[in-house]
């Protein structure tokens, strides 16, 4: 029998003090992940407005705020469109594509890629995008799927001098976990929002597994309840 882990049983972090070397993430909160999108996330676009919030809080204390944003081109290779005979969904496991195919999403400069009208933009110190690479698919906002192609997060980071970085966003199981693995991966200290992510729990079980392994590998989980 398979245990799900819930989020109550994660343990939340208490009485954290948003500092200058601290980063907030928010991830890809774009048209294409939320409801009426092509690649929608449930409730994805109910995160929104205490996205907002805790972007504010660190706004307020002088932290750095940064965006993630898919970004691929027409042609991209995760898209099922560009299979003859294949569908959104379909198992493909080739090079950095893969595990599955997803419908066209994100294509550049289409109103799919742009951010959610109600995100507050204007709070963001940069964007990094991913997934521009046609032959390479793009999950963390650190490193593209080949495991080689850094999106250059990590190096902005370090310049700003950035310890431990907070993460939000869409989806919970996929671009945030992601996100936060390779976080660790590349010597920060991380911490996940849990509250202001949304799943998608693809294959079902995802979204538990995703939090056990975030859990085991040190990442922190905080709500905005967290901070003094």
């Not at 890809?28 to 690649?39: A, H, K, R, T």
């Not at 995160?47 to 660190?58: G, K, P, Q, T």
Request: charged share 25%; proline share 4%; glycine share 8%.
């Amino acid at each position: 029998m398979v245990i799900l882990l819930n989020i109550d049983d994660l343990g939340f972090e208490k009485n954290i003090t948003i500092k200058l070397d601290d980063a907030l993430i928010i991830v890809d909160m774009q048209n294409d992940f939320v409801p009426g999108g092509s690649l929608p996330v449930e409730e994805g676009d109910q995160i929104v407005s205490r996205i907002n919030s805790i972007a504010e809080l660190f706004r307020k204390n002088k932290a750095f705020i940064i965006l993630t944003q898919d970004w691929h081109p027409k042609e991209h290779l995760s898209f099922a469109s560009n299979h003859p005979g294949m569908s959104p969904g379909d198992e493909y496991q080739t090079g950095a594509i893969g595990p599955v195919l997803w419908p066209d999403h994100c294509v550049q400069n289409t109103y799919g890629s742009g951010f959610h009208e109600d995100l507050k933009k204007e709070y963001a110190h940069a964007i990094i995008r991913k997934g521009y690479h046609p032959e390479i698919d793009s999950y963390s906002g650190f490193i593209e799927n080949d495991k080689k192609s850094e999106t250059g997060l990590a190096g902005f980071l370090n310049s700003l001098k950035i310890k431990r970085i907070f993460i939000c966003g869409l989806a919970l199981d996929y671009c945030c976990y992601f996100t936060a693995i390779d976080g660790i991966d590349f010597g920060f200290e991380v911490y996940f929002l849990v509250n202001l992510t949304k799943g998608i729990d693809l294959p079902p079980g995802n979204i538990s597994s995703s939090l056990e392994d975030m859990k085991n590998k040190g990442i922190k989980f905080v709500s905005k309840e967290s901070f003094v």
